[in-house]
């Protein structure tokens, strides 16, 4: 399968409000049970021992949708007695209303949490280097054309002091089989975007190119044959 990136109804910024909101909750149901709260989390769990005690831990998620992910690492790091502060951006105005709205349900973990509408591909020029401990991406990267995915892989590598993560989706026809099963009886939005999302999605040689051509020679490269999901992640030497 050859890359190809095709509008995403989610993306629209007239987008029906109801049916955003129902297909965020979809992403979620993903997110949770396929992979990409692991994705994270199991990064930051593997890292947190080398953490500093004395302030904390920052990380900005790039493309935050209903803030489900920031919200769970706020979680996870209160269970394990880490103070974790989550900076989303989003570009989508409506996206960030109901992420508001998600989090404004657990006010205690929301108020480590902070909603900023951004571009991606401006927060080398909102944020000095090293603004964040950790920058991490999960599902957005595959919206974007081949120099985009640099520009924005280049700023996460800049703005993090200590580490990024990336997680997407693999492309290949079996995830695509996997994508139309998920999506049956779905609403067209979830369908159509799944679908797009997938052919957007990148292979294991794509993924690590990408990674050499930026010098990230400190991340490694995961992929899980479940999920149809990669993660490409590490802490930078001396962190």
């Not at 493309?63 to 103070?83: I, K, M, N, Q």
């Not at 949490?113 to 990267?141: K, M, N, P, W």
């Not at 010098?215 to 490269?221: F, S």
Request: hydrophobic share 40%; net charge positive.
């Amino acid at each position: 399968m050859r890359r190809r990136l095709s509008p995403e109804l989610m993306d629209d910024p007239a987008a029906d409000r109801g049916q955003l909101d129902r297909a965020l909750g979809y992403i979620r149901a993903v997110n949770k049970r396929l992979g990409g709260v692991r994705a994270l989390i199991g990064r930051l769990e593997r890292w947190c021992q080398r953490w500093p005690t004395d302030r904390p831990i920052t990380l900005l998620d790039i493309g935050t949708g209903s803030a489900d992910l920031p919200l769970e690492t706020v979680r996870w790091a209160r269970r394990r007695g880490f103070d974790v502060r989550v900076t989303g951006i989003d570009v989508h105005a409506t996206t960030l209303e109901l992420a508001r709205e998600h989090i404004g349900r657990e006010p205690d973990l929301a108020e480590r949490i902070e909603l900023v509408r951004a571009d991606a591909l401006e927060l080398g020029e909102r944020f000095h280097a090293g603004s964040f401990d950790y920058v991490h991406a999960g599902l957005f990267l595959h919206h974007l054309s081949e120099v985009r995915v640099m520009t924005v892989l280049s700023i996460m590598d800049r703005l993090a002091s200590r580490g990024i993560v990336w997680n997407d989706l693999v492309r290949s026809p079996a995830a695509r089989g996997v994508i139309h099963l998920l999506t049956i009886g779905r609403e067209p939005m979830v369908r159509h975007d799944a679908r797009v999302s997938v052919e957007a999605g990148f292979t294991r040689a794509e993924a690590l190119d990408l990674a050499r051509r930026l010098d990230l020679g400190y991340c490694t490269y995961e992929w899980s044959l479940l999920t149809h999901r990669f993660t490409l992640a590490g802490e930078k030497p001396g962190a």
